[in-house]
């Protein structure tokens, strides 16, 4: 039994969505593939918050694509189903009135023709958004490459910055000066040795070192603190 137009419609509404959920399909595979890529730079003219943006956009880009999508699947449901309630009235109708006029028929088919049209504008306005979004998942592919490959280039300034930094310090060091140093710490390290031996003997002499100013000055000056060259 040969398929009526309606059936026919229908079965090209069903391809066509499938067709676009593999383009989906497609597109998310893409998606996640670029997010494995680990060498990006990015151009002296962007800065990591303009970056962060375009990033930030073009996902809310993307979940906005998806919602008109599943807008649209939910569109062709009720579009489908309203194309058999048709079809059943349709029957219906025959049935209980056989001589029904051209006129009621002409208003069903005209009302099933502009479902279809507004199907098909659907279609179209999603092709054309779906093209932006092939567009939006390379300039992002590109960004992201940008970014890491920047990220390189900055942590081999720093290591260079530092090496000029070293080099520049042994540079400016000093020969006699660092002897003068050495020798001065070697001097503390010896008034701090003396300082405890004497503290030690004047603690086990049983002297009342608190209760005499000049003991005590002793003491207070031997727990001082030396300074550090």
């Known amino acids: 039994m040969p398929i009526t137009r309606k059936e026919k ?15 989906i ?23 990591e918050e303009h970056v962060t943006e375009s990033i930030q956009e ?19 449901k009720s579009k489908e189903a309203l194309a058999k309630a048709v079809d059943h009235q349709h029957f ?9 006029s051209d006129h009621e028929s002409m208003e069903i088919k005209k009302a099933t023709e502009e479902q279809i049209n507004t199907r098909d504008e659907h279609v179209v306005q ?17 960004i ?10 900055n942590k081999d300034i720093s290591a260079k910055v530092d ?24 001097k503390r390290d010896q008034i701090s040795l003396i300082r405890g031996v004497l503290n030690g003997i004047i ?3 049983g002297i009342a070192w608190d209760e005499d100013e000049r003991w005590l000055n002793t003491m207070l000056r031997i727990g001082e603190t030396l300074p550090t060259f």
Do not use: G
């Open 9 to 23: 419609q229908l079965l090209d509404s069903q391809r066509e969505i499938e067709w676009i959920k593999r383009q």
């Open 92 to 100: 219906t109708l025959s049935a209980l009135y056989p001589r029904q």
């Open 163 to 186: 090496t000029l930094r070293s080099n520049k310090r042994k540079q400016n060091a000093n020969p006699e000066a660092t002897e003068l140093l050495q020798a001065m710490n070697a």
């Open 203 to 205: 603690l086990e002499s």
């Open 126 to 142: 999603f092709m054309k958004t779906l093209k932006k979004l092939n567009k939006r998942q390379k300039e992002l592919t590109e």
């Open 144 to 153: 992201q490459q940008k970014i890491m490959r920047q990220h390189e280039k």
């Open 58 to 76: 073009t996902k809310a880009k993307i979940d906005e694509l998806k919602s008109e999508y599943d807008m649209l699947c939910q569109f062709n």
């Open 25 to 47: 399909e497609q597109i998310e595979q893409e998606e996640r593939a670029n997010q494995e890529a680990h060498k990006y730079v990015i151009p002296q003219d962007a800065t």
